[in-house]
């Protein structure tokens, strides 16, 4: 059915083949970046995936971006809140800003797009919400306080929002990543990255499209039985 489904980041990495996907599902799907415009220009080439360009992190850059996306397709029945950055470092090293960019940017975006979908999703009694958090989230890693609280964060605001939508058949769950291979995993340092796929049951990375079939299941219309999970999708690398 083709329902407007907007993905957050969705024009590189992970959220461009959930883009993708949502899209062969029949959705109208619209994909959100923060600047890398040589990304978005030949993703909508590629694709013919329309890209919006906003700041998650802003209230009010949102509230303009949802208003557009409305204006030109309808209103947001499917959110998959999947962008996100990190700003590593240990706590000796980690100032203020890395903080806060990380906090907006990954946490207060769910806040800023659940908010503003709301009203509508609720009016309808129909809303699928996925929030992208991270097996970092689920077990920490070193030099990540700010990733792994925002992540963590994700984990605990889907529950409670879960709750609330219910009633309206508004579905929110979460998606834990382990390590996918993207531009992101392929900054870590060879040496490193051996031995974390030396720590994943099933040997290999995760890929975008591993990631992505876990949203469309959570996002298909007959999926309103499944609420408030998260949904480890890492390889069996951390079973929680
Ligand atoms: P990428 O770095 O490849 O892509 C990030 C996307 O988010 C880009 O589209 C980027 O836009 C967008 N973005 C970043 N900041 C903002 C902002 N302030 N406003 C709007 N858009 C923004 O990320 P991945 O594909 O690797 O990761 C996708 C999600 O999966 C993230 O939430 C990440 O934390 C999570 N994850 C990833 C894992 C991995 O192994 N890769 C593991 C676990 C979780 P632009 O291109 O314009 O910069």
């Known amino acids: 059915m083709a329902r407007v489904a907007l993905v957050t980041g969705g024009q ?21 970046y923060a600047g890398n415009e040589e990304a978005a220009r030949a993703f909508t080439e590629r694709t013919g995936i329309p890209c919006i360009r906003f700041d998650v992190g802003d209230f009010e850059q949102c509230k303009a971006a949802v208003a557009e996306i409305k204006e030109k397709y309808g209103p947001i029945e499917i959110l998959v809140n999947n962008a996100g950055i990190t700003r590593d470092g240990t706590m000796k090293r980690m100032d ?17 797009l659940c908010k503003l979908v709301w009203e509508d999703m ?30 963590s964060g994700i984990h605990g605001f889907t529950k409670a929002l879960a709750q609330e939508g219910a009633r309206f058949n508004i579905t929110v769950n979460a998606i834990a990543p382990g390590y996918v291979d993207t531009e992101m995993v392929r900054a870590v340092p060879p040496d490193v990255l051996e031995k ?4 994943i049951p099933v040997g290999r990375l995760g890929r975008a499209d591993d990631i992505a079939r876990g949203v469309c299941f959570l996002t298909a219309d007959d999926a309103e039985f499944i609420t408030g999970s998260t949904m480890s999708i890492n390889g069996g690398q951390h079973m929680y």
């Open 196 to 199: 974390i796929i030396a720590r």
């Open 12 to 32: 590189r990495g992970i959220g461009a083949t959930i883009s993708e996907r949502l899209k062969d599902q029949g959705r109208t799907v619209v994909a959100s």
């Open 122 to 151: 609720s009016a309808k009694k129909f809303g699928r919400i996925v929030n992208i958090g991270s097996i970092n989230g689920q077990a920490g890693q070193y030099g990540q306080v700010n990733y792994a609280a925002a992540k």
């Open 96 to 112: 203020r800003k890395m903080w806060d960019d990380v906090i907006d940017t990954n946490l207060g975006s769910c806040f800023n």
